[in-house]
């Protein structure tokens, strides 16, 4: 388990400071697929190389499994009472393997070189050596590139070869920082599936940071949004995607929906997403306790209003269904509130986008209800 309280790191710049990571807590589980998510500038980068002390944080406390509790004071680390060594910080970094962006390979050393780096000097002889490289490059996939150079290899390879390296002295924790951004999207998608099986085969908990949160639904069994160096929405990936809180989390989920499109539709004041008085723009969303049943069919026969679909979506996030709908309702004023009223009295989350009422210029007005 990682836990992760009050974290602060402020990187104190010519002329400004920027506050990268604020008073930030978390908990990570051990075995999971941990997602932190945000924007450029969010301090989700921060955040994962505070974790190994590659950037040392300011204040707060880091407690890992089999290492304790690490409390900064003043920008030094601190563990079990006592300032922490070089040499205490290097063996903590043993026990976390980290993947970067850019691969970070070492051009002039084969495939077979790259990976038994981090075992020298740890006390393995060769053969031991060659025998842990060898098991590695056959988890990747890469047993039959052992004496190929970096140049020589795709994007993806090297991104394998860097994950082989990351996992070289059997860490318990590895870090992923944009591991896939470099990439294509076959490319990508092979890499996730490479790290969910480390994950299941090895028992690796995973931290993976990112930007894209398609690669969030991917494989994260839970994710933190960051924003402006704090954690402002955490859940598992199920309940974040099911029921965003936040509006930098609303508009994550909506960059891997159909109804992101929604938003572009909105801008634009599009045509097809105009009311008429009377009619209202909703946005339904169907969780896993009423996707399949006939809900809206009952409400609109029920209530007697009719729905004009926009925009809809549904998939299976880890196992359950999650479905979502766009559309413009029509009908008696009362009947619509009835028919709304009874889809939330039966968990599906109603949002008025826009409401057909006029105000006395004549505007449609953008009344939310969820």
Avoid at 20 to 43: E, F, H, K, Q
Avoid at 163 to 169: G, K, N, Q, V
Avoid at 266 to 290: H, S, T, W
Avoid at 318 to 324: A, L, N, R, V
Wanted: aromatic share 4%; proline share 3%.
């Amino acid at each position: 388990m990682i836990e992760i309280r009050e974290l602060n790191k402020t990187f104190h710049l010519e002329n400004s400071d920027v506050e990268a990571v604020r008073d930030l807590s978390l908990t990570i589980d051990d075995g999971v697929i941990y997602g932190v998510i945000g924007s450029s500038g969010a301090g989700k980068s921060t955040l994962v190389r505070c974790l190994n002390l590659l950037e040392i944080p300011d204040s707060g406390t880091i407690r890992i499994d089999g290492v304790g509790e690490i409390e900064l004071r003043n920008g030094k680390p601190w563990l079990n009472g006592k300032r922490m060594t070089a040499r205490e910080q290097n063996n903590m970094r043993r026990g976390i393997g980290m993947i970067f962006q850019h691969f970070n390979l070492l051009d002039r050393c084969t495939v077979f070189e790259n990976v038994a780096y981090p075992l020298q000097h740890t006390g393995r002889s060769r053969k031991q050596i060659e025998k842990r490289v060898c098991e590695l490059l056959t988890l990747v996939g890469l047993e039959d590139k052992t004496n190929v150079y970096p140049s020589q290899l795709s994007g993806g390879q090297k991104q394998r070869v860097a994950i082989a390296r990351a996992l070289a002295a059997e860490p318990r924790i590895l870090l992923s920082d944009e591991a896939t951004s470099a990439l294509d999207p076959e490319a990508t998608e092979a890499i996730l599936s490479l790290l969910q099986a480390v994950n299941r085969q090895l028992g690796v908990t995973i931290v993976l940071i990112t930007h894209e949160m398609a690669v969030i639904k991917s494989i994260a069994d839970r994710v933190a949004v960051m924003e402006n160096g704090r954690v402002v929405e955490e859940g598992t990936v199920y309940d974040i995607f099911a029921d965003p809180q936040k509006e930098i989390t609303r508009k994550f989920v909506s960059t891997s929906s159909l109804l992101g499109k929604l938003d572009k539709l909105l801008e634009e004041n599009a045509e097809l997403i105009r009311v008429k008085p009377g009619e209202m723009l909703v946005r339904l969303m169907f969780r896993k306790d009423c996707v399949g049943e006939h809900l809206l069919t009952t409400a609109a026969r029920k209530y007697g209003f009719d729905l004009n679909i926009i925009l809809a979506n549904s998939e299976y996030l880890h196992g359950s269904p999650i479905g979502g709908m766009v559309g413009i309702i029509s009908g008696e004023q009362d009947h619509i509130e009835e028919g709304l009223e009874f889809l939330r009295q039966n968990h599906v989350s109603a949002e008025v986008i826009r409401d057909g009422r006029t105000d006395a210029a004549g505007h449609a007005e953008s009344v939310p209800v969820s």
